[in-house]
């Protein structure tokens, strides 16, 4: 029962570098996102996806970019990290369909950018 | 838009008693889903309770119960007999019916139990 798996749980990045976050769901789930969690606040909305091929942009999704190339991986890409980035990344994934579809989390991934 | 409002960013309750988180939300949205979240020091998201906005009755899992009120866009979270094990962050979260189903998050309360 892997669920949504998150890689990886800790990083430290320099002022400009760039990385990948990878996030992976095997519950063959249509619909994906990220969020990021700054500290005493709730779950932002970075940039979400109802399928491959399609992303859409969340609350604020500026200096990130995603694709969406499988129905299981949904990678988030920082390019010129800065330090208004660090926090800490949440992939989650639901099911596509009527009713409360709760969304499934994975363990997250803490980015400091030094 | 949507918006979810914790208005305690604190609170602390002796072991078995029972303790009520406030959540209120602002949507024009007529369908929606409401969710209760739980994030332990471990930083996982666990869902605790979901509630579907047509239904008037509140959901029930185990020691955990809700009371929402559609008129007064209110949603608070009930826990019985609290164990040391629901110390963790709450978070009230919104659905709103659309593609891709997106939530807003409230800002959390920490909850202490205490021995």
């Known amino acids: 029962n892997a669920g949504v798996t998150q890689t990886p749980k800790f990083r430290i990045l320099k002022i400009g570098q760039s990385m990948t976050l990878q996030c992976a769901q095997d519950?063959?789930?249509?619909?994906m996102y990220w969020y990021r969690q700054d500290p005493g606040m709730g779950l932002k909305l970075i940039y979400y996806s109802v399928g491959a091929g399609i992303t859409d942009k969340g609350e604020v999704p500026n200096g990130y970019n995603v694709s969406r190339s499988t129905t299981e991986d949904f990678p988030l890409r920082l390019e010129l990290a800065a330090p208004s980035q660090t926090s800490v990344y949440f992939c989650?994934?639901?099911?596509?369909?009527?009713?409360?579809?709760?969304?499934?989390f994975g363990d997250g991934t803490r980015l400091s950018i030094l | 838009a949507q918006t979810v409002t914790q208005s305690q960013p604190e609170m602390s309750v002796q072991e078995a008693e029972t303790v009520t988180l406030s959540c209120t939300y602002d949507t024009s949205e007529n369908n929606y889903y409401l969710f209760w979240y739980k994030q332990p020091p471990s930083r996982q998201m666990i869902l605790v309770i979901r509630q579907e906005a047509y239904k008037q009755q509140n959901a029930t899992e185990n020691r955990f119960s809700v009371n929402f009120q559609k008129a007064a866009k209110s949603f608070s979270l009930k826990i019985s007999d609290s164990q040391l094990g629901d110390t963790a962050m709450y978070f009230c979260?919104?659905?709103?019916?659309?593609?891709?189903?997106?939530?807003?998050f409230g800002t959390g309360t920490s909850l202490t139990v205490i021995p």
């Open positions: 979260a919104f659905m709103k019916l659309s593609t891709g189903n997106q939530f807003y």
């Open positions: 989650a994934s639901s099911r596509m369909g009527q009713g409360a579809q709760p969304q499934h």
């Open positions: 519950m063959n789930h249509n619909y």
